[in-house]
């Protein structure tokens, strides 16, 4: 059996206890068959390789405040955390003792937004993990677990099933998504279980092709791999590895928008934008984890006049900026406005991709709205644009 991540890589803190206290256990002796379904609710890795797991699995080793589970997966790759003879810290109920656990290297709000490619290869490599969990559970004489949910009550009990972290602790989780607008798949993680357990292939995967290596183009055959999907995370159209129409028009809207010619091809120059902007997403995520002085007190501020903001010039986006309609491709009225909100104070630039209307840029442009007393519905429209340039 492989050395588990977290004893080959003894974290600051104690992550696991064994041997575990099987005298809590609802099926005396035995860890009850109680799987606990979790995401990690860290940054899903669109980009390249997944490596997901891995970076959450770094994480824990420097961790200071209790959390692990047995297995972390994304969407290529399975971490076992913990053994399964040991406890992780992956409950703050009372679980720990008696169950195992799989965690989706994700957010809850993932699941609705990423393709169904990729959440099949979420799942696929869960329905791995689960497959460990059960021969080991077998090896041991344990109860096997049922596909089936069910409730924290039935799980103290020891009644075979999945139960999820959020209804386990519903005060404050609702991983790994226990509501309808962020729902966990569960029905196709059991189909997936099925298909592993009976040994059956995963459906076929998308060739492997390295970033830049290639230029790309609309050809017959369709030309087809990894290095497509990455171009089409980068236009903000459909993930499914196939170079066709629709990815020819995303690239020609990024061309035009980078001002490089509009060829609806991934040359050599193209690639290098393409480049740019992995290293914004890298530099953002490393921004984003890292650990946050505490705030100074703020100096009071002498008495100045107000500095200028950048003109804007006339309204042109037809119905409106929006993160609805704004925020999956790049739009240059967006980024005139998030440089407007960050010159009062109300939006720090970088915290959206530039250009692509975010959740921090509807809320900057709500809290705009409210101070000018407009409908704070964080839709810029002609009558939102022009405080973009006003001081209350």
């Known amino acids: 059996m492989a050395t588990a991540y ?10 696991y206890r064994s041997p575990r206290r099987l005298d809590r256990s609802p099926v005396r002796g035995k860890v009850a068959p109680v799987t606990v379904v979790h995401t990690a609710e860290s940054v899903m890795d ?23 589970y047995h297995d972390l997966v994304d969407s290529d790759s399975r971490v076992q955390l ?23 290297a994700c957010r809850t709000t993932d699941w609705s ?3 169904q490619g990729r959440r099949r290869a979420f799942l696929h490599q869960g329905a791995l993990a689960f497959k460990a969990q059960q021969d080991w559970r077998r090896s041991k004489g ?19 099933g999945f139960v999820y972290h959020g209804d386990r602790d519903p005060g404050r989780r609702t991983d790994p998504g226990t509501s309808s607008r962020a729902a966990f798949p569960l029905a196709e993680f059991f189909a997936e279980i099925v298909r592993v357990e009976a040994g059956r292939a995963p459906a076929p995967e998308i060739t492997p092709v ?33 170079y066709g129409p629709a990815t020819v028009a995303g690239v020609r809207r990024v061309q035009e928008t980078v001002g490089v010619p509009v060829t609806g091809v991934v040359d050599a120059v193209t690639w290098q934008h393409y480049g740019r902007w992995v290293k914004w997403r890298a530099d953002k995520a490393a921004a984003d984890s890292a650990p946050k002085p505490a705030p100074a ?53 970088g915290s959206d991709e530039p250009g692509r209307f975010g959740d921090d840029t509807e809320a900057a442009t709500k809290t705009l709205q409210r101070q000018r007393g407009l409908v704070p519905d964080g839709v810029v429209g002609p009558a939102t644009w022009p405080h973009g340039e006003k001081w209350s």
């Open 82 to 104: 913990v053994y399964y003879g040991d406890e992780a810290y992956q409950d703050g109920t009372g679980s720990n003792p008696w169950s195992l656990s799989i965690s989706f």
């Open 46 to 68: 669109a980009v390249g390789d997944d490596t997901g797991a891995e970076n959450v699995a770094r994480f824990m080793v420097g961790r200071t405040d209790p959390g692990s």
């Open 142 to 160: 344990y109860p096997l677990v049922a596909l089936r949910r069910i409730s924290k009550a039935e799980s103290d009990r020891g009644v075979s």
């Open 113 to 115: 937004k990423m393709s």
């Open 297 to 349: 007190p703020a100096p009071r501020p002498p008495v100045t006049a107000k500095p200028a903001l950048p003109r804007l010039g006339a309204f042109t986006a037809d119905r409106g900026l929006s993160r609805a309609r704004n925020s999956s491709t790049y739009h240059a009225g967006v980024e005139k406005w998030q440089r407007a909100l960050a010159a009062q104070g109300l939006y720090r630039i």
């Open 210 to 242: 390295k970033v830049g290596t290639r230029e790309l183009r609309q050809t017959s055959p369709t030309m087809k791999g990894t290095d497509v999907l990455a171009v089409q995370r980068w236009a903000g159209v459909a993930e499914d590895g196939s």
């Open 6 to 15: 977290l004893r080959q890589h003894e974290p600051r803190r104690r992550q």
